[in-house]
């Protein structure tokens, strides 16, 4: 059965892999499964079809016969798990790739969201001045925790695992903010993540949606 998810029709971010079906898309380029995606517009992620897929009308969501799926991380977890190639077979080392899994969406990703959400809609608020540094301060605090236990590591724990593929993602969000080009370090390892050939197709299937370009899903 032909996986299906779903992606912006029309992406916020144009293409630059920050849309959360780029999780879903690279873990299925590392493990080799073809996709299909079914692209909605912004009005169809709120109407009936959809959410019946995506309870809180997001994207994105994936469907294998009758399974259906959402989130982002859970997606990714399921494909790991079903197919080789992004958990350990050993079974301490598996563990410790999911943990990586939780700690790049528990931990490290909601100050980098929450800055973002700010930063888009609390720019006028009067509390915004005194706001962005306390954000920054939060950031940075799991940056430096992050950064210091990667050390001189290429990946998290080992080889590259799921864990890594999530945490990459988490931390291409700060690209371009001055804040992860202070960790030269984490932003090695985030090149190293994305000079991955998985993480290029990925990339390039998702810019296509932008660009208008074909490629294949």
């Given at each position: 059965?032909?996986?299906t998810i779903t992606a912006f029709e029309q992406s916020p971010d144009q293409g630059q892999g920050q849309a959360r079906d780029m999780r879903v898309r690279w873990a299925l380029e590392?493990?080799?499964?073809?996709y299909n995606v079914r692209l909605v517009s912004f009005q169809a992620m709120k109407e009936p079809a959809?959410?019946?897929?995506?309870p809180f009308?997001?994207?994105p969501t994936y469907e294998e016969g009758d399974l259906v799926l959402f989130e982002s991380g859970a997606i990714?977890?399921?494909?790991?798990?079903r197919h080789a190639g992004l958990l350990p077979d050993d079974a301490n080392a598996r563990a410790r790739a999911i943990v990586w899994m939780f700690a790049a969406l528990s931990t490290?990703?909601?100050p980098i969201v929450e800055l973002e959400a700010?930063?888009?809609?609390?720019r006028d608020k009067p509390w915004f001045a005194d706001r962005l540094p306390l954000l920054d301060e939060r950031i940075r605090k799991r940056l430096d925790e992050l950064s210091a236990r990667l050390g001189d590591a290429e990946w998290l724990d080992g080889a590259?695992?799921?864990?890594?593929?999530?945490?990459?993602?988490?931390?291409?969000?700060?690209?371009?903010d001055g804040i992860l080009e202070d960790y030269p370090s984490l932003c090695a390892y985030v090149d190293r993540g994305k000079a991955r050939p998985a993480y290029k197709r990925a990339f390039a299937a998702q810019l296509a949606v932008f660009t208008g370009a074909p490629h294949r899903g």
């Open positions: 059965m032909t996986i590392e493990v080799g499964q073809p959809h959410l019946s897929r995506h009308g997001q994207i990714v977890f399921h494909i790991a798990q490290v990703e909601p700010a930063t888009l809609i609390e590259f695992s799921a864990g890594d593929l999530l945490m990459v993602t988490v931390l291409r969000r700060l690209e371009g």
